[in-house]
């Protein structure tokens, strides 16, 4: 793999590294004697199989913590035997190179540079940036660069590059663009297991609890919309079919419209989405099995396995399959089960990768833990102790998807990507819903029950080329997606909802009946018809780095929409959607970035003339600055944004004839900093503040929406000889209060929270355990939405023992 940055930029990237590893660098040592750099005090358990040399060294950067430059021509068709055991790092980085006629030389603390035996270091460099040190070893004339470890990869909670957010690997200093990435140590940190439990601490998100259906996730105010995996849209929500955490490698929450990556959700997209990337086949074996326990929680039990299938490395697979049985929830709903499988293979040639896989989702969700308001107030909401509805009241996800990943090298700068997938979703639920609550004690409930179905598509083609021209050094990316999706199948193609109102009185065991006992008669049909509904795009990018300090991103996509089925007209709409985002580099670790995005989505709606409702349209300016610190093992990211929406939900005409109208505009601002990294051997952080205001265009307040939230975490892991088996973690999450909604008009006040969790780690060599609590503090919390009928709540600290087993 190749750096995105052609000559000028990556011998650029070598004075930096350099002057990074000889001012400060990583921790580690020098020789007394000799004044040379050494890697590592002493020896790191390794087990790197035959596979090709730049494999073989990308596994050597991450399981020994250092970083790895070399040419791509030096290393280019050499494969190396590979090397296991403990052993010193300059041990098994010469085994590695062992037949290859290559060598390496150690340039910083953790830093080396792969070359040939016979190349001559220059004798000094000189970088406008870092001034001219003399007799420096920095290959300062190689013309594409290999990084791996530190440089271009997550390090502890710290993440150094993205292709979510541009389709290319790009260096998020590089990024005009707020990007927050989970890396797969701050998950295993926190105790996690959904992706729900990571992404919700995130700066400028939102957990919104479902009733009767999926969770959501709001980005700067608006719905996250359907979200992508792997780079590629998805067709319909996708919250609670989402793979466990055991099946992810990071996750990424991309700031801002996303509509240029072909996101096009029916909710939106306005204030970001949700990336998840998968893990994948690879040639550094993994034998690790995970597990956990906890009351409510229930058992998990998950497998990853991946390794090579031939001796040369080159055909890979992965094999991840997990299990969760819970007895019952907190209020007593219960029957929470999931299962999930996701085999892969990849094969890897001298110029061609190719990747296939499959996924099965099956996810049984209990409604959420809730009360009602009897009141004007929280204070007068039922007891927690009151079971609403019936303990079987749930919702039920199954999702199976087949997609494949492909490039093939050209030649030259030049390569030719190909992704698609096929999914196929089916849900179904069960619950009681309540109204007319506020009545001392009474309430008016109603049985619902619904199927749903659905199947997409996704096409995704590029050509990818980097090339000079003078001080510019461009990447550019030409690209046409196509999805297709399609709602409703001929044997599940109905939402059938239930609906006979009773009064009930609000005491324990006041149990009402399931709700598929109701009268059918009552049943109301829709049907979906075998609806379709289109998504074409094509889209040209460039990446342009300018000399040693600026760098420009410019995107422009022609989106077409197109619905289609059932009585309505075919719809369709088209548009020019344009980002632009510069970054100046004033210094070495510094970025400060100013950008422009456009959101854009099609309603299908008629309006009072019998035509679609005009498509709702954004516009986000964003300016921010990127810093790293600590010997940049920390970054400290800080952004403000403004995003504007024309208008945004429909509203329905109550009487007859019924016609949507546009709903109020938005506008959304506010500021978010976020630090993530090492500050102390040993000691990582993970800290947020989003300070946020939502504003409506036709006055009306806004719900669910805090002004402030904080997030903290921190792990260490003891250094001490006689306690460097024992590692500690905890945080809080904070937020200022917000307003929920009453049905019958006004609102209710929903108080601030703050959260906490700790836990403590034991590692050995081949397995770990976690003892966990959330909720330390057994405080009663409240989601961050609510309305009247249905208040989120969840009581009672939870204790969680987990672990994983290397075999």
């Known amino acids: 793999m190749t750096s995105r940055r052609p000559a000028g930029w990556l011998r650029r990237a070598l ?101 040939q035996r016979d190349f001559t270091p220059a004798v000094s460099y000189e970088s406008r940036l870092s001034g001219t040190k003399p007799s420096v070893p920095i290959v300062s ?107 992810i490698e990071r996750v990424e929450v991309l700031k801002g419209p996303e509509t240029i990556l072909g996101e096009s959700s029916v909710d939106n997209n306005f204030g970001g989405s949700v990336n998840i990337v998968m893990k994948r086949p690879q040639a550094e074996p993994v034998r690790q099995l995970v597990f956990s326990a906890g009351r409510h929680d229930g058992t998990r039990l998950g497998v990853d396995l991946a390794g090579p299938l031939d001796q040369q490395g080159r055909l890979t697979y992965r094999w991840v399959a997990a299990g969760n049985r819970a007895d019952r929830t907190a209020q007593g709903y219960h029957g929470q089960r999931s299962g999930y499988l996701a085999p892969s293979i990849a094969w890897q040639g001298d110029t061609t990768q190719l990747l296939f896989g499959l996924e099965y989702v099956d996810n049984r969700v209990p409604v959420p833990d809730h009360t009602v308001l009897l009141g004007p107030s929280l204070a007068e909401s039922s007891s927690f102790d009151v079971l609403l509805g019936n303990p079987d009241d749930h919702a039920r996800y199954r999702t199976h998807r087949a997609f494949y990943m492909a490039e093939q090298a050209l030649g030259g700068d030049w390569s030719l990507r190909s992704r698609g997938q096929y999914v196929s979703q089916h849900s179904s ?75 009930v009185e609000l005491q324990p065991n006041n149990l009402l009946p399931s709700a598929t ?35 420009v991103l410019a995107t422009v996509r022609h989106a077409t929409y197109e619905l289609a089925g059932g009585a309505e007209p075919t ?23 100013a950008s422009s995005n456009t959101g854009f989505q099609v309603d299908a709606l008629l309006g009072e003339d019998g035509r679609p409702l005009p498509p709702s349209v954004s516009r986000q300016i964003e300016v921010g600055t990127k810093l790293d610190m600590f010997d940049q093992r920390a970054r400290l990211s800080a952004a403000w944004y403004r995003i504007r929406l024309d208008h945004s939900i429909n509203r329905i005409s109550p009487e007859p004839p019924h016609f949507a109208v546009p709903g109020p505009g938005q506008t959304n601002s506010g500021v978010e900093i976020e630090f993530e990294g090492q500050v102390l051997p040993g000691l990582d952080v993970s800290a947020s503040y989003t300070g946020a205001r939502i504003r409506n265009h036709d006055g009306s307040p806004p719900y669910g929406a805090p002004r402030h939230q904080w997030n903290a975490w921190a792990s260490y892991h003891f250094q001490r000889s006689t306690l460097q088996s024992w590692g500690v973690a905890g945080g809080v999450f904070a937020r200022s209060r917000t307003m929920g909604r009453v ?52 009581e009672g600290r939870m204790i969680l023992l987990s672990g994983t087993y290397n075999f």
């Open 517 to 551: 006992s109701q009268d059918a008669s009552l049943a109301r049909t829709q049907p979906l018809g075998g609806s379709w509904s289109t998504n074409t795009g094509v889209f040209v990018q460039d990446q342009i780095s300018i000399g040693e300090s600026w760098d």
């Open 141 to 247: 004339v190689l013309d594409t660069v290999r990084v791996s470890g530190l440089v271009l990869a997550d390090m502890g909670f710290m993440a150094g590059t993205t292709r979510g957010a541009t389709r290319t690997d790009s260096n998020l200093a590089d990024l005009p663009q707020s990007v927050s990435i989970v890396t797969r140590d701050l998950m295993d940190s926190k105790q996690a297991f959904e992706v729900a439990d990571v992404v919700r601490h995130v700066a400028g998100v939102d957990y919104v609890d479902g009733f009767g259906g999926p969770p959501l996730f709001r980005i700067r105010g608006f719905s996250t919309g359907n979200g992508l995996t792997d780079g590629m849209p998805n067709g319909v929500a996708r919250i609670e079919d989402l793979p466990p955490l055991i099946g």
């Open 429 to 503: 639920g069960q619950a009681w819903a309540f109204s007319d609550t506020q009545r001392f004690g009474l309430t008016e409930a109603a049985a619902s029950t619904y199927r749903y179905a659905d199947a997409f598509y996704t096409l995704q083609n590029e050509l990818a080329a980097s090339f000079d021209q003078g001080m510019l050094a461009h990447d550019v990316l030409l690209g046409i997606d196509y999805a297709r999706t399609h709602a409703g199948n001929s044997t599940e193609s109905n939402v059938i909802t239930t609906g006979q109102a009773v009064n």
């Open 15 to 115: 004075v930096v590294c350099v002057a990074w590893s000889l001012s400060a660098g990583c921790p580690g040592t020098v020789d007394a004697a000799s004044g040379a750099f050494v890697l590592t005090d002493g020896p790191t358990r390794f087990s790197i199989p035959p596979q090709p040399l730049s494999s073989a060294l990308m596994a050597l950067g991450r399981q020994a913590d250092v970083q790895i430059l070399t040419s791509s021509n030096t290393i280019a068709g050499r494969r190396s035997t590979g090397t296991s055991g403990k052993l010193k790092v300059e041990v098994a980085l010469a085994r590695l190179l062992e037949g290859t006629g290559l060598d390496y030389e150690v340039i910083g603390r953790r830093t080396v540079v792969v070359r």
């Open 571 to 593: 719809l369709r709409r088209s548009k020019w959607v344009p980002r632009l985002g510069v970054v100046y580099k004033p210094a070495p670790g510094v970025s400060l970035y």
């Open 743 to 794: 049905e019958s008009g006004g609102h209710f006040v929903i108080p601030g929270q703050l959260s906490a969790e700790a836990n403590l780690t034991y590692y050995a060599d081949a397995w770990s355990a976690t003892l966990g609590v959330k909720n330390l503090f057994a405080r009663t919390l409240y989601a961050v939405n609510a309305e009247s009928s249905f208040v989120p709540v969840r």
